[in-house]
């Protein structure tokens, strides 16, 4: 397959992948938006084909009138790209309607295709950067799709929730064994895009960094050991928790991880599968950044054991999944179709699991540039640089995230507040 038909595979299969992940959903589901962070389906499917006409189709004299007519609608952020609706209002446009948005991506699809078809050899090197960008910028939608459905879905009435994919009938799993603390020797290390490959621009700048001796935990954090932290009053002890976390507490009411639910005694959550009981041995997940420093300061001190627990930095993070083999691991992502976190088995051959896949980890970093850091080029410049400021990092992708969109270096980011992603924790601490 030479070069130009892998372009068209890749573009039909990543495009083809968000029709498949629709086609459980009504008419009614496509429009709904519960809040500003949540974008409805329709916007998603119109904003990735708005991405490829912007950044691809017009400079390439392939616009239409249509793509105008839209293009107010569906641009999300791109200030050079034009006036845009505002983001909490996306939910309240009706028009254009869903089959209309069926058709504009068909268009786009059609006209990208040519394209690929047409250019030159001279050009399509440049253009194969421009669709890889696309592939993943759709890729990171089809991410938040299932956490924005699940959204959706659960403000539903209790009685009247629908289930994305057939209810699953759990099956309990044994007890986590107990967590061990790993260790990691100090040193200059390289960080960033090492292995090489694609990757976003605030992965580029490979760099040598000092990490002191630190050991991380030999996996995630479990629903029992978080139900833990409530039953001892976690959610109500205001010396845990950050400034701005205690204010998130009272303005937002939070008692439990989002989706938690306490019916008849017993913690329930809602998941794409539906309403089931919480399982004790599953990864915490939906909490946010404060939630997971205020349990790692909670566990530090009612646990000998665990004294200093900390999150991870995201180069410690970064350093320990390397090491450890953590990028030949197989991991619970989209593919594996469950669409919620597993349990931890037995990390093969490594001494880490659940570094990749299940739910993204919050890391202490604050979302900052690289040494040397360089946006991409032109309008693109806008993707990544402009939110350094007043968010987290994350790590190691989700049971929702594709799995050859993830890699050691990847740095996702969120506002410190943010629970409606599948997010979780793992812990760290210094070395003796």
Not at 74 to 81: D, E, F, G, Q
Not at 160 to 166: F, S, V
């Amino acid at each position: 397959m030479d070069k130009r038909e892998k372009l068209l595979t890749m573009y039909r299969k990543v495009r083809q992948a968000s029709l498949d992940m629709c086609a459980p959903l009504s008419t009614e589901d496509y429009q709904v938006q519960p809040s500003e962070e949540v974008s409805p389906p329709k916007w998603n499917l119109g904003h990735t084909s708005w991405f490829f006409w912007r950044f691809i189709l017009r400079p390439n004299g392939l616009s239409l009138p249509v793509d105008d007519s839209y293009a107010y609608l569906l641009n999300s952020y791109y200030h050079r790209a034009g006036l845009r609706n505002l983001r909490g209002r996306r939910g309240v446009v009706t028009r254009p309607t869903v089959e209309e948005i069926y058709k504009y991506r068909k268009s786009v699809d059609e006209r990208i295709e040519r394209l690929i078809s047409s250019v030159s050899e001279e050009v399509l090197d440049r253009l194969h950067f421009l669709i890889t960008v696309g592939k993943n910028h759709e890729q990171q939608h089809q991410e938040l799709f299932y956490t924005e459905i699940k959204s959706i879905y659960y403000c539903n009435l209790t009685q009247l929730r629908p289930a994305y994919i057939p209810k699953v009938e759990s099956v309990p799993a044994p007890k986590a064994k107990d967590i061990e603390f790993i260790p990691f020797k100090g040193g200059t290390f390289e960080f960033g895009n090492v292995e090489g490959g694609w990757c976003w621009d605030n992965e580029l700048c490979t760099h040598k960094s000092f990490l002191d001796d630190f050991a991380i935990s030999n996996r995630l954090i479990t629903n029992r050991e978080f139900l833990e932290f409530i039953h001892d009053g976690g959610y109500s002890n205001s010396l845990l928790w950050l400034s701005d976390g205690w204010y998130e507490i009272e303005k937002q009411q939070w008692r439990a991880p989002l989706y938690w639910e306490e019916i008849d005694g017993k913690w329930w959550t809602f998941t794409l599968s539906g309403m089931r009981e919480v399982d004790p041995e599953e990864p915490v997940c939906h909490i946010s950044f404060y939630e997971a420093c205020a349990f790692a300061g909670w566990k530090s001190g009612n646990d000998l054991e665990f004294k200093g627990a900390r999150l991870p930095t995201e180069r410690e993070w970064e350093h320990a999944a390397r090491i450890s083999r953590s990028g030949s691991l197989p991991g619970n992502f989209v593919e594996a179709g469950k669409l919620h976190p597993a349990p931890a088995v037995p990390a093969d051959g490594a001494s880490l699991a659940q570094m990749l896949g299940d739910v993204w980890e919050w890391t202490s970093s604050h979302y900052e540039s690289y040494p040397g850091f360089r946006e991409f080029p032109d309008d693109l410049s806008e993707y990544n640089g402009k939110f350094m400021n007043n968010q987290r990092v994350l790590r190691g992708g989700s049971c929702v995230t594709p799995r050859d969109h993830i890699r050691l270096s990847y740095r996702n980011f969120w506002h410190p507040a943010a629970r409606f992603q599948f997010t979780g924790i793992r812990l760290a601490k210094d070395s003796k």
